[in-house]
């Protein structure tokens, strides 16, 4: 179906568009769910899409315009022919507000042919989509749903390809290894209950593992004034700080990158100070061409993060937290090798993401 101006204008009008940008606004502020410009979700009708737009915040979408036209069948024709779409071109005359960009996964929402696509960057499911044994768990988990459960595959055009070849109209989950989670439906009503429905299975194999006496022990002893420097605060990141004080969970924690926004957002490894090193000499010394870490963890005492980090950056640490503290620290977790994460940083679309989030969210 032919894509015109009267279906973009329809499909915005209507009253599914603006339950849409409800809908993104409240998964985006769940950060167990979305971290910072992370995730995205769209509408289709009539060969028409209207998807969030690279590097905004779907915590932002009732009160900014972050929604970009696609010509969404032609997109998905274009890739059913094995071809190599670039979802700029398939943006319409029209335009997009503010001369943004669509997301850097548009061709996945173009992909599955439901009408309403979610995709997140839920906790539970990176938590089990970066354990080696971690497809077998995960369709276990959702049989009855029939999964399609990828492993990891670049962001992007290889990404949209991968899972084009196994999508289908019955096919309305998906993980991607490494990555996160995909569902589809053909009501807003039926992917709200599906998201909640998927990752609340996911997170009920993940949460046991999650150490709480150690987020209540860190909780309790943490001290500001030990993550405090010219540079440095204590970074607004719960689970990553017990993870600073946990032998077993920093040895895990630093075997990573795990998922892509990792390496976008913080630094592709994790920066370690000494045992018992002040924080600003382990900045001088953990600083590689010029530039400070944007994270330092220190063993036994936490995590402190500089002034001047991006919100994304904060974002991703927080995440970071939550995804390791549900990983018992000896389970088998498969990293992002150095080629995929060369890819990542070198990746123009990463960049420009990247550019975006450098000021605060707003500005």
């Not at 849409?20 to 410009?37: E, F, H, K, M, Y």
């Not at 993550?227 to 040895?251: T, W």
């Not at 890819?343 to 500005?363: C, I, N, V």
């Amino acid at each position: 179906m032919t894509a015109t101006a009267d279906s973009f204008s329809a499909l915005r009008d209507s009253a599914d568009f603006t339950g849409l940008r409800r809908l993104s606004a409240r998964i985006g502020r769940d950060p167990l769910q979305v971290q910072g410009p992370g995730g995205n979700t769209s509408l289709k009708d009539g060969g028409a899409m209207w998807v969030k737009a690279s590097g905004t915040w779907l915590a932002e979408a009732e009160t900014k315009d972050i929604m970009v036209p696609v010509r969404a069948a032609a997109l998905a024709a274009e890739l059913a022919a094995g071809g190599a779409p670039d979802a700029a071109d398939f943006v319409p005359p029209s335009g997009a507000p503010n001369g943004l960009r669509p997301s850097i996964e548009t061709a996945l929402h173009a992909a599955m042919p439901q009408r309403v696509v979610l995709h997140t960057h839920c906790v539970a499911t990176i938590a089990l989509a970066i354990r080696k044994d971690g497809a077998g768990l995960l369709r276990n988990a959702l049989a009855d749903l029939d999964p399609i459960v990828l492993p990891y595959v670049m962001p992007g055009l290889p990404l949209a390809q991968a899972l084009m070849a196994e999508a289908g109209p019955d096919r309305r989950v998906a993980v991607l290894g490494n990555h996160g989670l995909i569902v589809a439906g053909d009501s807003l009503e039926e992917v709200e209950t599906l998201l909640s429905d998927v990752s609340g299975r996911l997170e009920r194999i993940a949460a046991p593992v999650l150490e709480r006496a150690l987020l209540e022990e860190t909780a309790e002893s943490r001290d500001p004034g030990a993550l405090s420097s010219p540079r440095y605060r204590p970074a607004d990141a719960a689970a990553l700080q017990a993870v600073a004080r946990s032998p077993r969970h920093l040895a895990l924690a630093v075997r990573g990158p795990f998922f892509p926004d990792h390496v976008v957002f913080l630094e592709p490894d994790l920066r370690i100070a000494e045992e018992g090193e002040e924080m600003e000499r382990a900045a001088d010394r953990l600083t590689r061409d010029g530039q400070a870490p944007i994270l330092i963890l220190l063993p036994g005492v936490g995590a402190a993060i500089r002034h001047d980090a991006a919100p994304a950056a904060e974002a991703m640490a927080r995440c970071l937290g939550d995804v390791i503290l549900r990983l018992p620290p000896e389970a088998p977790v498969r990293t992002l090798p150095p080629a995929e994460v060369a890819a990542l940083l070198g990746w123009d679309a990463e960049k420009y993401r990247q550019a975006l989030s450098a000021a605060p969210s707003g500005e």
